[in-house]
């Protein structure tokens, strides 16, 4: 049997976007230009980021600070629903205003998602081959980044919704062999300014 060793998850959503999301605002520029500078010292092999201009920016201003880590643009990464719950899958007093909030999303896009969600479990989470950690990072978005809590935490599949990420917040899971997915930190964004904070969450829940 191949050795294994443990897998860190570097999960990033990307820095605050202006409103038709083209681009990071100057807020999201400095979060980035933070965030790059925390991670500067982390042993990253690689970055996967989403291919959307605010996640594409996001990564290129990581990456500059840091020494010759790669880069890969990815589909699994971007910006989809991950999964799309029944009724009868929710509890009664939130199904109405949980399955509002998907009303609005393409049917193709409902369709397309939970693929790429289950893509991006087989491809970023778990154990890795060898006897020596992997350090990647992935920059993406709110969505992806719940999925991703929620299957480290073995929540039920609908339970991604209700999680917001702060932009340019850092998420970090750990998976190791001997043991269960660990969500080591979780939306922290101790790197920012205090001026730069919670943008990506609505106004009712910043702190």
Request: hydrophobic residues 40%.
């Amino acid at each position: 049997m191949a050795a294994m060793a443990a897998r860190y998850l570097y999960l990033v959503r990307h820095g605050e976007a202006v409103p038709d999301e083209s681009a990071l605002t100057e807020a999201g520029r400095r979060q980035g230009q933070h965030l790059g500078r925390r991670l500067a010292f982390a042993p990253l092999s690689a970055i996967h980021h989403s291919p959307l201009p605010r996640a594409q920016q996001t990564t290129e201003l990581i990456a500059g600070q840091l020494d010759g880590v790669p880069t890969r643009s990815t589909e699994t990464a971007g910006d989809y629903v991950p999964y799309v719950p029944r009724r009868d899958e929710l509890p009664p007093r939130f199904a109405d205003t949980l399955l509002a909030r998907l009303a609005g999303f393409p049917e193709e896009e409902l369709h397309r998602g939970p693929a790429l969600a289950r893509e991006a479990l087989a491809e970023f989470t778990g154990p890795v081959e060898g006897t020596e950690p992997r350090h990647e990072l992935v920059v993406t978005h709110n969505f992806l980044v719940a999925w991703l809590v929620r299957a480290a935490h073995d929540a039920p599949a609908w339970r991604w919704m209700g999680m917001n990420q702060g932009n340019a917040s850092l998420t970090v899971i750990r998976y190791a062999p001997d043991r269960p997915a660990t969500v080591m930190i979780h939306n922290d964004m101790s790197h920012l300014p205090e001026d730069l904070r919670w943008t990506g969450f609505p106004p009712e829940l910043r702190v």
